[in-house]
């Protein structure tokens, strides 16, 4: 067996692991302009940079070094790359394809420093680093052309290779676990899945691969129409480390999805939720307190093995989760669940 998946594995049998917060909410904290995305690497490049928030892994490195760390300090496990939209497709928005490469190995490389500079710090308690793999912009089973309903912006194949182009420099730079997060389109995430399965094979690696979904209302869908039973089922063949929810709802619509997917998932079971729904204003209202007592009776009823958050939670969010969470044993697996 992998010998990360082993540490995770006695780490797991023992307590609930924290995954942290708000990559995009605390970058907002620092008010950065478009020369401060630029840094001095862009300066001449012929698109507007802000809101690049993957390419700060390159040209603020120090800041998400520093939001990292904030994370790691409020009691996270697991940190995820600043890589959400570090893709060909997504990038082309800035027309930056050409850097999807360097940005994510930037930005494996600047979690792995701040994991491993915490491990040594705390040695009862090792740091993991998940390489995230969003969704995309583009969805391959929906059209986004109502008066041509079987046309679609991306192809199957086309979501393989950018995928495989992501986890390669993910994997190089140096994670612990691909995490194929915030999933909409289980069409999408089942071409990342190839395309991970494919390349680690090539490479002769064996990472441990975390998938999470988001239910968009109270319909209790993905937004390509799946349930939870039926988005499990599309993915359960990829030998998952686990399995979860994230994003879209807020932690007390998202716990009847959390409860059937713990109910029937052979692997690990995460939850990492917004602060809430958005208000008006698209913030996000909820406290560390308040969303960390909705976890807390998620851990209690035995839901969950692996919890977090997602748009709007802080630091301070992640440590009172953290908190309440380490009364609360992890979700029971048997000897055939646990992931090999």
């Known amino acids: 067996m992998n010998p990360t998946k082993l540490r995770l594995n006695e780490i797991l049998s ?17 008010g950065l302009g478009e020369e401060e995305y630029r840094g001095t690497q862009f300066v001449d490049h012929p698109s507007p940079l802000k809101g690049n928030n993957d390419l700060l892994s390159i040209t603020q490195p120090q800041i998400i070094a520093e939001i990292h760390s904030k994370f790691l300090e409020a009691g996270a496990d697991i940190i995820e790359t600043n890589t959400f939209n570090a893709n060909s497709v997504s990038m ?6 050409d850097q999807v490469r360097a940005i994510n190995l930037a930005a494996a490389r600047i979690a792995r420093e701040q994991a491993d500079q915490w491990s040594a710090n705390t040695p009862d308690k090792h740091r993991f680093v998940a390489g995230s793999l969003g969704p995309t912009n583009k969805t391959a089973s929906l059209s986004p052309d109502v008066n041509n309903p079987g046309f679609r912006a991306i192809t199957f194949p086309e979501l393989v290779a950018l995928y495989k182009e992501q986890a390669h420099a993910l994997i190089d730079g140096g994670v ?9 389109d289980t069409l999408n995430c089942k071409a990342a899945l190839f395309a991970i399965m494919e390349l680690q ?36 063949h990829a030998n998952l480390f686990s399995i979860g ?74 440590a009172v989760i953290a908190e309440a969470l380490s009364k609360h044993a992890p979700r029971k697996m048997n000897l055939e669940q646990i992931p090999v």
């Open 176 to 184: 612990d676990l691909l995490l194929v997060e915030t999933v909409f």
């Open 14 to 30: 023992s307590r609930i692991m924290i995954l942290d917060g708000a990559m995009g909410t605390m970058i907002q904290t620092y």
């Open 201 to 236: 094979e090539e490479l002769g690696t064996e990472l441990p691969i975390m998938v999470s979904g988001t239910i968009t209302d109270a319909s209790g869908r993905t937004l390509s129409g799946q349930t939870v039973e039926a988005f499990w089922n599309s993915v359960n």
């Open 92 to 97: 082309e928005d800035y027309n930056m394809a």
């Open 245 to 318: 929810l994230n994003c879209a709802l807020g932690a007390e619509q998202m716990r009847p999805y959390v409860q059937e997917l713990s109910e029937i998932a052979d692997c690990y079971v995460s939850a990492y939720p917004n602060a809430g729904l958005p208000n008006e204003m698209g913030g996000y209202d909820e406290s560390p307190e308040f969303m960390a007592g909705v976890l807390e009776e998620f851990a209690s009823a035995g839901l969950v093995n692996i919890a977090g958050g997602c748009c709007g939670t802080t630091p301070d969010h992640i």
